[in-house]
């Protein structure tokens, strides 16, 4: 069964940064995209960057394009995320998600990981 | 970009109801949609995808329709285990987009 296990959140001040990364296993990691998708507390689900099975192509929500930086390592099988001039707004529990399409973009998340909790506040 | 709206917010429903969604895309999406449940706590699983392809585990129950800018989400016959949240999302465009959520509880 497809694996995706987040990490690397907690609290942090405005202004600050933070890197989560999602390790993931059990499926052919470098054939497929990979998304983070983010749920405030008490709120909907908000997608906020997808990078392609080689990393060529990257995109990101308005609300976070400039300060967020979607990678991945596919020697080791995992997924990052680069966080900078976090802002209150951005508390949420942040999870990583598979892309339904082998070496392509479909937009469908058909496996997630559990979610790692970001705090941002002073 | 593409807003997506849902009705209703929320539905109170008994055990073997039949429950239907509705999501609104602003733009055509063609059949790029898919629909989540997510449960307290949990993380969102896929149910439909390409608006009406039925993910693999999901049960039958579970039905999507629709293209352009109007789809469906029915569950012909509500089981305990499917209260919760369903979100639907738009895929038509290199910047995801969720709804807002429909959350079905115990009548």
């Known amino acids: 069964q497809v694996r995706l296990v987040e990490s690397g959140g907690g609290v942090v001040q405005p202004g600050r940064s933070l890197r989560l990364s999602c390790a993931a296993s059990?499926?052919?990691?470098?054939?497929?995209?990979l998304h983070w998708v983010r749920q405030a507390p008490g709120k909907g689900l908000e997608w906020v960057a997808v990078?392609?099975?080689?990393?060529?192509?990257?995109y990101y929500a308005d609300s976070v394009k400039g300060r967020f930086t979607v990678s991945r390592d596919n020697s080791k099988n995992t997924l990052y995320l680069q966080m900078d001039s976090l802002r209150p707004e951005d508390t949420a529990v942040y999870y990583c998600?598979?892309?339904?399409?082998?070496?392509?973009?479909?937009?469908?998340?058909?496996?997630w990981g559990l979610g790692t909790l970001v705090t941002v506040s002073s | 970009d593409f807003q997506m709206t849902q009705s209703p917010s929320s539905v109170s429903a008994s055990v073997g109801d039949r429950v239907t969604i509705t999501c609104r895309a602003s733009?055509?999406?063609?059949?790029?949609l898919a629909w989540y449940q997510q449960k307290p706590g949990k993380a969102p699983r896929l149910l439909i995808y390409a608006a009406s392809s039925l993910q693999s585990g999901v049960p039958s129950r579970f039905s999507g329709s629709g293209s352009g800018t109007d789809f469906t989400l029915t569950i012909s016959s509500l089981q305990p285990e499917d209260f919760a949240t369903y979100y639907c999302q738009q895929a038509n465009s290199f910047f995801a987009s969720f709804g807002p959520g429909t959350k079905v509880d115990f009548k």
């Open positions: 998600a598979r892309d339904r399409g082998s070496n392509w973009l479909l937009y469908y998340l058909d496996y």
């Open positions: 990078i392609s099975f080689d990393g060529s192509n990257k």
């Open positions: 059990r499926f052919t990691f470098s054939a497929y995209a």
């Open positions: 733009q055509g999406l063609s059949r790029w």
